[in-house]
């Protein structure tokens, strides 16, 4: 199980930061994502990690703004979200990549938490 948490109420500019737990899963053996889905939109890949957390990736939009990392002891994964705008509101989900593919396409991720709801007021 994924459990994703830090979502919040925020001003635009302000910052969070996200985490990803895992229980009864070894997180360090998975490329990790962050996706996020606004109300009445699609879910959209906003950030990606690899195992070791030396390679990560960003969608434009986020890119800058946002840092994804983790924490392999303490197998947790996060998302450092800065000069948050109003158009992040979405509610994040944390998934796990068990193949290693490191794509952005959600079809390539095994594992969903269930979502934690961002809402940056402007």
């Known amino acids: 199980q994924l459990q994703a948490s830090g979502g919040g109420l925020v001003q635009a500019g302000g910052s969070l930061r996200l985490s990803c737990a895992a229980s009864?899963?070894?997180?360090?053996?998975?490329?990790m994502g962050w996706f996020r889905q606004a109300a009445g939109k699609e879910r959209e890949f906003a950030a990606r990690?690899?195992?070791?957390?030396?390679?990560?990736y960003y969608a434009d939009s986020v890119k800058g703004r946002f840092t994804i990392s983790r924490d392999n002891a303490k197998n947790t994964v996060y998302l450092q979200m800065n000069s948050l705008k109003p158009e992040d509101t979405a509610v994040y989900y944390c998934?796990?990549?068990?193949?290693?593919?490191?794509?952005?396409?959600?079809?390539?991720?095994?594992?969903w938490g269930q979502g934690t709801l961002v809402t940056v007021s402007s």
């Open positions: 009864g899963r070894t997180l360090s053996t998975y490329a």
């Open positions: 998934a796990a990549d068990v193949r290693g593919v490191y794509s952005r396409r959600q079809i390539d991720y095994e594992y």
């Open positions: 990690i690899s195992r070791s957390g030396g390679q990560t």
